[in-house]
């Protein structure tokens, strides 16, 4: 890119939802034009945009028309084609660009990339075979089995105690390339989400202390309680990263700390991330503002934090017995709630967040779990 895409302009999205819808409010806010190109209508981000477009990611005749219509695209998810990317990169600026795309959406290559870059990473074995599988030594068990492409929230993949489980745990995959991983013993989990720009400066958040459940990231908490020299080499990884890869965009760096005191990269995900949506409410400019100002080609702002804050995924198992309680949860003091806009309120399936801005992270993360249990609870009649 030579020269700035300047407020005014129109960006295009690949993807429709939730990172999109914030990614697109954040971009009007800064008076862009926003065009979202997915399969699906009426979708988080569409909801929000200038033009929503639905067409297959495989039509790349409609792929080539959107990309005409635009002065920049950037992506919301992992999950786009390889040949929908080159259809963009004939017409307008991509960015990350399809490279980074290609690395990090299949799990193989994106450890191997980190690997030979010298970044400590979960021991893993790539497969392709179920007596690939087989060969594994009785040493490496606990293991997980994660498919190598197309896995999310704990989608594709499951975990192996003894060689008895592994022939039914690739039947249940069901793919042709596979991933096992050591199961690591960790302390805790935690990510740094990060900017560059075009120019090579970078911006980071975090650590983020994170806690999962079923899978699916439950509780984001700012600052965390990990020593100085942990967060320190924490984002020095993530530093390494970015420029090795050449990323323009926002990356997050999910890692494992282990009972050892030993940082290991678990994931990379080449776009904002979960845990980073605290950052809309806590920080100076949030991630979705550093996506929109790195891949415009803009100078990054400040991350600097402006108080202690906490976030919990609100899933569509709320929604199981009827409405939540919003007025419960929103009249509890420094609540602030992000809805996504999704139709179907299904189990499992992200349907917004609760943030909490509080004097401590302990506080910021009590206060957010009692708001989000008080959503459970029912008015009276």
């Not at 992000?338 to 179907?344: C, D, P, T, V």
Request: net charge negative; hydrophobic share 45%.
């Amino acid at each position: 890119m030579s020269r700035a895409v300047l407020p005014g302009s129109t960006i295009g999205v690949l993807g429709s939802g939730q990172l999109g819808r914030m990614f697109t409010i954040a971009a009007r806010r800064l008076g862009y034009r926003v065009h979202v190109f997915s399969p699906d209508d009426d979708t988080p981000t569409g909801q929000v945009a200038d033009v929503e477009i639905q067409a297959s990611y495989d039509d790349l005749d409609a792929v080539a028309k959107f990309a005409q219509q635009v002065q920049v695209v950037t992506f919301e998810f992992e999950n786009v084609p390889v040949q929908t990317i080159n259809a963009v990169d004939r017409f307008t600026c991509i960015h990350p660009a399809g490279h980074v795309l290609h690395t990090t959406q299949q799990r193989i290559r994106e450890k191997s990339f980190l690997q030979s870059a010298g970044i400590p990473v979960t021991p893993f074995r790539a497969i392709s075979s179920l007596d690939e599988l087989k060969s594994v030594r009785n040493d490496e068990f606990p293991a997980v089995l994660k498919t190598a492409a197309w896995g999310y929230d704990g989608k594709g993949q499951a975990k192996i105690q003894s060689p008895g489980e592994l022939e039914p745990a690739w039947a249940a995959l069901n793919c042709n390339e596979a991933v096992l991983e050591r199961f690591v013993d960790f302390d805790c989990e935690l990510s740094i989400v990060a900017a560059r720009g075009h120019d090579g400066a970078v911006a980071f958040y975090g650590p983020i202390a994170n806690t999962h459940r079923n899978h699916i990231l439950d509780l984001s908490v700012t600052p965390s309680a990990l020593p100085p020299g942990i967060a320190k080499e924490a984002i020095e990884i993530a530093r390494t990263i970015l420029a090795k890869l050449e990323v323009i965009g926002v990356l997050c760096v999910e890692f494992f700390l282990t009972t050892g005191g030993r940082l290991l990269v678990n994931e990379l995900a080449p776009r904002p991330h979960n845990s980073g949506h605290l950052t809309i409410d806590a920080h100076t400019t949030c991630q979705f503002e550093q996506q929109v100002r790195a891949v415009c080609g803009m100078p990054l702002g400040a991350a600097t934090q402006l108080r202690p804050a906490a976030m919990v995924n609100l899933l569509g198992d709320l929604w199981q017995k009827g409405d939540p309680n919003w007025s419960e949860a929103l009249a509890m003091d420094g609540v602030k709630l992000h809805l996504y806009g999704k139709r179907e309120a299904r189990v499992g399936r992200k349907m917004g967040h609760l943030t909490v801005l509080a004097d401590s992270p302990a506080e910021a993360a009590e206060r957010a779990l009692k708001a989000r249990l008080a959503l459970v609870s029912r008015a009276p009649v």
